[in-house]
């Protein structure tokens, strides 16, 4: 479970979602490790998911997805209002070229797709922007202010760990409709004061103290969300069951004929799950029951 808080000033002009999300990320890593450069980009993303998922609606959902040229490829990360999070990445062995150092280098040149489902709506909410440096949290600013036209500080920072992550968390402030250019100076002005995230979150930050210095000056009120963002992949035994089925009968007659229980892991989370040959043959004749389209 994390720890999510939300301001609005009384002016009603600047939102702030704050987080420390170490637990949830670490829940991420529970079944499969990642190179410290995968883990935390994928730190990062889930956390920009999270906060940006908290500031919609009841049953809605933000899908982030990075797609770069470097050696991490792509990491999707999503959320829902509701707190539900989960996080993947192509290559999560991942290292930084020889020589480089700036973790954007991970991505490389790419873009940004942002999903924003809609229930009600039969296509979800499409945007992409270009990577701005592929460090995540610049990438997610950049599409608040291309895409909606929101200027936006957003401040993700994660440190690895030999298991999963040392810390993990950040924040996002957005301007809203009606800001003045007086706001925009002042948040500009403070931020040269503000202590690293990083260097908050290990000292054992609350979510509100990574965001001190803007809380002091303005007033804000704190808007309670009802729900903590927590890992959740969604993977159960039926979903294994039928993506083996999409694999074709050719690949289940070859996981019967191996006649061992066969363990699938989940490609999200890395949750294994054991299917025996029994329960493979099940699923091979059902495939002959139904027509393939
Ligand atoms: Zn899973």
Same mark, same amino acid.
């Not at 009841?58 to 470097?70: K, M, N, P, V």
């Not at 440190?159 to 002042?186: C, D, H, N, S, W």
């Not at 963002?229 to 074709?248: K, T």
């Not at 989940?266 to 091979?284: H, I, M, N, S």
């Given at each position: 479970?994390?720890?999510?808080?939300?301001?609005?000033?009384?002016?009603?002009?600047?939102?702030?979602?704050?987080?420390?999300?170490?637990?949830?990320?670490?829940?991420?890593?529970?079944?499969?490790?990642?190179?410290?450069?995968?883990?935390?980009?994928?730190?990062?993303?889930?956390?920009?998911?999270?906060?940006?998922?908290?500031?919609?609606?009841?049953?809605?959902?933000?899908?982030?997805?990075?797609?770069?040229?470097?050696?991490?490829?792509?990491?999707?990360?999503?959320?829902?209002?509701?707190?539900?999070?989960?996080?993947?990445?192509?290559?999560?062995?991942?290292?930084?070229?020889?020589? %480089?150092?700036?973790?954007?280098?991970? +991505? $490389?040149? *790419?873009? @940004? #797709?942002?999903?924003?489902?809609?229930?009600?709506?039969? /296509?979800?909410?499409?945007?992409?922007?270009?990577?701005?440096?592929?460090?995540?949290?610049?990438?997610?600013?950049?599409?608040?202010?291309?895409?909606?036209?929101?200027?936006?500080?957003?401040?993700?920072?994660?440190?690895?760990?030999?298991?999963?992550?040392?810390?993990?968390?950040?924040?996002?402030?957005?301007?809203?409709?009606?800001?003045?250019?007086?706001?925009?100076?002042?948040?500009?002005?403070?931020?040269?004061?503000?202590?690293?995230?990083?260097?908050?979150?290990?000292?054992?930050?609350?979510?509100?103290?990574?965001?001190?210095?803007?809380?002091?000056?303005?007033?804000?009120?704190?808007?309670?969300?009802?729900?903590?963002?927590?890992?959740?992949?969604?993977?159960?035994?039926?979903? %294994?069951?039928?993506?083996?089925?999409? +694999? $074709?009968? *050719?690949? @289940? #007659?070859?996981?019967?004929?191996?006649?061992?229980?066969? /363990?699938?892991?989940?490609?999200?989370?890395?949750?294994?799950?054991?299917?025996?040959?029994?329960?493979?043959?099940?699923?091979?004749?059902?495939?002959?029951?139904?027509?393939?389209?």
């Amino acid at each position: 479970m994390a720890d999510l808080k939300k301001y609005l000033s009384k002016d009603g002009t600047i939102r702030i979602a704050t987080v420390i999300s170490t637990d949830t990320v670490n829940d991420a890593f529970r079944y499969f490790e990642a190179s410290p450069l995968a883990k935390t980009l994928m730190a990062r993303a889930i956390t920009g998911a999270i906060l940006m998922a908290s500031q919609m609606k009841e049953r809605l959902s933000t899908a982030l997805h990075f797609i770069g040229e470097g050696p991490v490829q792509s990491i999707f990360a999503s959320a829902h209002y509701e707190g539900g999070a989960k996080v993947y990445c192509e290559n999560r062995n991942a290292e930084l070229p020889e020589g %480089v150092t700036q973790l954007g280098a991970g +991505l $490389g040149s *790419g873009r @940004l #797709d942002v999903i924003q489902s809609r229930p009600f709506e039969r /296509e979800p909410l499409r945007g992409t922007v270009e990577l701005y440096t592929g460090e995540i949290g610049d990438d997610i600013a950049y599409y608040l202010n291309q895409s909606h036209q929101i200027p936006a500080i957003v401040s993700l920072a994660a440190r690895p760990a030999e298991k999963g992550v040392e810390i993990a968390g950040g924040f996002i402030i957005e301007l809203m409709p009606g800001y003045t250019e007086e706001t925009i100076q002042k948040l500009e002005n403070l931020q040269p004061l503000m202590e690293s995230t990083a260097k908050k979150l290990q000292h054992g930050a609350k979510p509100e103290d990574l965001i001190d210095i803007y809380l002091d000056h303005f007033e804000f009120e704190e808007v309670i969300h009802p729900y903590k963002p927590h890992y959740q992949c969604g993977c159960s035994l039926d979903r %294994v069951e039928r993506s083996l089925m999409l +694999l $074709g009968p *050719g690949t @289940l #007659d070859e996981m019967i004929e191996e006649k061992e229980t066969a /363990e699938i892991a989940c490609e999200f989370c890395g949750c294994k799950y054991e299917l025996t040959v029994d329960a493979l043959q099940k699923l091979r004749n059902s495939l002959d029951q139904t027509p393939v389209h």
